[in-house]
């Protein structure tokens, strides 16, 4: 049968249909529609309506499913395929329900049965079928500008404006996927941080404008100089920090004397007649596999980086320069960080959690200690490596240490170790539920979280929180005390566990106010839902008191020291 066209204005319909007389019946009642009026083209093959495809527009597709040259499900594919932003309806002699299913999940608008439809439900239909068609495109084309934007805001969170290159974030991820890389196939992962030497001079006496033209330079000559597989980022004012995935100790140390060298020996352009000189000072090193964040790469690396300014500025220092040369005397502070670092001397000790009813052993506290004669007590160290910028770092060592102590106990115990709130925010999560799932399975820990060092708004926690509660892995707020903090604190993490600090426990048998404040916690709890703790028993009296209002469990010297 030929085609045959109908040319009056209207609404362009492909109509793919071998029956005469259907067709004949379908222009019938279709032309009764005058606004807008139908017109219809109709070929008898799916070849023939794939050919005229090629080159022509429609507003709507009626497709019967048994042509000369196609049959079933498979004549909707061919169709949909080359026609994916027009509307089909089917109109099939075919009743079954579930081929019927199959065509609207794969694209068709609507599945009409031959015969059972009257002229004035079928004009319904097709108006309904492009008005349907026309709302999910417009959708779907909203969906991808949305989906554009979203890359491209992902790439600006990712991104220093300034010089393009990596900002922290960045560099964490791109850290985040070498470690991995590492981890599965071996090799070296390398660390290059450098400083620009007396940069604030620039900045002090020409502008933060010129300087940010020299920053852009030297970004450029560091993107000259390094490998597609290597990752660049800038993460402070003049700071930039190198990975050198598979590098061989060698081969980074020819990159940073390479960088070094032509960075010193460059002018950098201001204008046509003004041009600087300026050096950088590099630390260079190995990366530790269980390294996790930037805040880990910089603890490591700029020890180097500070021997390189001590000795003169413009040079690269490493680990073997470091040891070898020791042209300054480190003193007792610089010694623990170096311990502090590497955190091999970091070990654990274990406090037994009691149920107070029977006094019977139910988890353990693990706490951290580093093996030095003057600072080996948490207060000391973490306060060291706070004003030192390797808080995160060292609380990464002492989490280690004490998950791989839990190893030893039964998978019954429940194990609590402490995380503070910027490691739980600056480690990924995946991170560190597989590190507690090596040797037991994740829901034998109780994460404590310290109350002490929740500054500023605890909800950047909330996230990552629930994520470890999907994991099975209990939460614990440990050090509560009371205040408007402490409760915005509890009712936004919804710990599992409520700890007492022990400025609430300590005498509660004979001081009032203190028995005042345990009630009220007690209160909060029981709300919440979350188990209690009392931290700090020591005496029989304090003990009994605290089992007359109900607390399940404690912890303290009343049972001994931690072993």
């Known amino acids: 049968m030929a085609s045959e066209k109908f040319t009056q204005p209207g609404l362009k319909v492909l109509l793919v249909e071998d029956d005469p007389e259907f067709a004949d019946l379908l222009r019938l009642r279709l032309g009764k529609e005058k606004s807008p009026a139908f017109a219809i083209t109709c070929f008898p093959t799916l070849g023939q309506a794939l050919e005229i495809l090629e080159g022509t527009s429609w507003d709507l597709i009626l497709l ?19 026609a994916r932003h027009t509307p089909i309806v089917i109109m099939s002699g075919l009743d079954s329900d579930s081929l019927a299913i199959d065509a609207v999940r794969k694209g068709a608008e609507d599945y009409l049965v031959k015969g059972e439809i009257d002229s004035r439900l079928l004009l319904r239909v097709l108006h309904h079928a492009m008005d349907r068609h026309r709302i999910k495109e417009k959708l779907a084309s909203v969906t991808d500008r949305l989906r554009e934007t979203n890359v491209r805001l992902e790439t600006m969170a990712l991104v220093d404006p300034l010089t393009e290159l990596y900002n922290r974030r960045g560099l964490q991820q791109a850290l985040r996927r070498e470690l ?51 990752h660049i980022a800038r993460i402070g004012g ?23 060298s032509e960075i010193s020996n460059t002018p950098l352009i201001v204008s046509e007649k003004e041009s600087f000189h300026i050096t950088a000072s590099f630390g260079l090193t190995t990366v530790p596999a269980h ?48 311990l502090m670092r590497r955190g091999r001397d970091f070990f654990a000790l274990k406090q037994p959690i009691m149920r107070l009813a029977d006094q019977s052993i ?9 093996k030095n004669g003057g600072v080996h007590m948490p207060d000391d160290f973490f306060r060291i490596a706070l004003e030192n910028n390797m808080l995160t770092l060292v609380d990464h060592h002492c989490f280690r240490s004490c998950v791989l102590a839990a190893a030893a106990l039964p998978p019954a115990i429940l194990r609590y170790i402490n995380l503070f709130p910027a490691t739980i925010v ?26 002490q060092q929740l500054f500023g708004d605890p909800s950047h926690l909330v996230g990552p929180v629930e994520t470890f509660k999907r994991c099975g892995i209990s939460i614990a707020v440990d050090d509560v005390g009371f205040g408007n903090t402490c409760l915005e604190s509890l009712i936004l993490l919804e710990p599992d566990v409520i700890k007492l ?26 709300d919440l839902g979350a188990q209690v703790i009392a931290e700090g028993i020591e005496t029989q009296e304090d003990l009994d008191r605290l089992k007359e209002f109900g607390v399940p469990y404690g912890q303290g010297y009343f049972w001994g020291m931690p072993a």
């Open 64 to 82: 019967d499913l048994i042509l000369p040259d196609s049959s079933g499900i498979q004549t909707f594919d061919a169709l949909r395929a080359r």
């Open 180 to 230: 991995r890389l590492l981890s599965r196939d071996g090799g070296k992962l390398m660390v290059l941080f450098l400083d620009l030497d007396d940069f604030k001079k620039i900045n002090d006496s020409l502008g933060h404008p010129v300087g940010d033209i020299l920053l852009k330079q030297i970004a450029q000559k560091i993107r000259d100089s390094v490998r597609a597989t290597d």
């Open 238 to 260: 003049d700071e930039f920090v190198l990975l050198l995935p598979k590098t061989p100790f060698e081969e980074g140390l020819r990159l940073a004397e390479r960088l070094r």
């Open 291 to 338: 390294t996790a964040s930037v805040d880990d790469l910089l603890a490591i690396s700029d020890p180097f980086l500070r021997q390189s300014k001590n000795a003169g500025k413009n040079r690269v220092s490493y680990p073997a320069l470091f040891e070898t040369e020791a042209p300054f005397p480190r003193s007792d502070a610089e010694h623990i960080m170096e």
């Open 362 to 370: 139910v988890g353990y506290e693990f706490l951290s200690r580093l």
């Open 426 to 451: 600056d480690f990924p999560v995946e991170e560190l539920v597989e590190k507690l799932s090596v040797n037991c399975p994740a829901q034998s820990f109780c994460l404590e979280i310290c109350k």
């Open 501 to 526: 600090d022990k400025k609430y426990v300590v005498g509660v048998a004979k001081d009032i106010h203190v028995e005042r404040s345990l009630r009220r916690t007690l209160k909060v709890a029981e």
